[in-house]
């Protein structure tokens, strides 16, 4: 069967693992559906919109441009903003890149990432690679983090792909590539998160199985509900599915990333 590659974010990988049908609704299979999300509390509506604003001040200082917090008329905004600017978060040397996309095939598929900030530079004529992540949720302890499939798909992505951001196309190796989750709520303790070769060479062929799963799934065009209902509580559909017995419940808060890929997520098209 022939069809076009589609783009797993983080996101679509932890939908096939938490219930294949949400993950082939999402992309529209067998037909595209239209189906609108469950619509979010006020409270998270604002939250989200808190932490956009806090990554779009982010953004203009990584790119040097002026930034006036003083503008911002959300005063936990403003607070975050100072907690970064008071945190003195060493940045390593090299060429800052923030809101930074990229794509890495695998199995006839992409993946798809949207990093906060990527420093690229260069240690002992190797290039290094160290991504930055701004989080305003609730902090979370470094070995949970490490199982995270942000965490685990950004540094594989930079491991097989990263080449493409290097000025000489040279491959960047996974002891020279890092992630920094920055939390607004405990600024002095960064989670820094280091990759290295084995890790990467196990985390590389479970995405790489992970992906023919789900290319095995789309040739038989089965994509079974999830037997674990909790996942229903907050699935927008819930209804479609006819699982309404499993009640309701409120959806997890989203982080800034996860609200930023809804934009494409909810395209029409998967690619
Ligand atoms: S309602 Fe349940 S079975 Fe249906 S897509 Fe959502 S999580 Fe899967």
């Not at 002095?188 to 196990?202: D, K, L, M, V």
Request: aromatic letters at 10%.
């Amino acid at each position: 069967m022939i069809h076009s590659p589609f783009l797993l974010s983080r996101t679509r990988l932890e939908d096939f693992l938490t219930c294949q049908r949400r993950f082939a609704l999402t992309l529209g299979l067998p037909h595209r559906l239209a189906w609108p999300p469950a619509p979010l509390a006020e409270q998270m509506e604002e939250d989200l919109a808190r932490g956009q604003a806090f990554h779009q001040l982010l953004e203009r200082y990584f790119l040097g441009l002026p930034v006036t917090p003083e503008l911002v008329e959300d005063e936990q905004v403003r607070r975050w903003w100072g907690a970064f600017r008071r945190s003195g978060l060493q940045l390593p040397a090299g060429r800052p890149l923030p809101e930074l996309r990229l794509t890495v095939p695998v199995g006839g598929h992409l993946l798809h990432g949207r990093f906060d900030l990527l420093v690229l530079g260069s240690e002992n004529n190797q290039p290094t690679a160290h991504l930055f992540d701004w989080k305003t949720g609730k902090a979370r302890r470094e070995a949970d983090l490490r199982q995270d499939w942000q965490t685990r798909l950004y540094l594989a992505m930079l491991a097989e792909g990263g080449q493409a951001l290097t000025a000489n196309g040279r491959v960047i190796l996974p002891q020279h590539i890092s992630l920094t989750y920055w939390y607004a709520s405990q600024p002095e303790s960064p989670r820094i998160i280091h990759y290295n070769i084995a890790w990467h060479a196990q985390n590389w062929a479970e995405i790489v199985a992970l992906v023919a799963r789900i290319e095995a799934a789309h040739a038989l065009d089965e994509w079974p509900l999830t037997e674990d209902l909790s996942h229903c509580r907050t699935c927008s559909y819930q209804s479609y599915c006819g699982r309404q017995q499993a009640g309701q419940a409120p959806p997890a808060p989203l982080e800034e990333q996860e609200a930023d890929e809804a934009d494409w997520l909810l395209e029409p098209d998967h690619l």
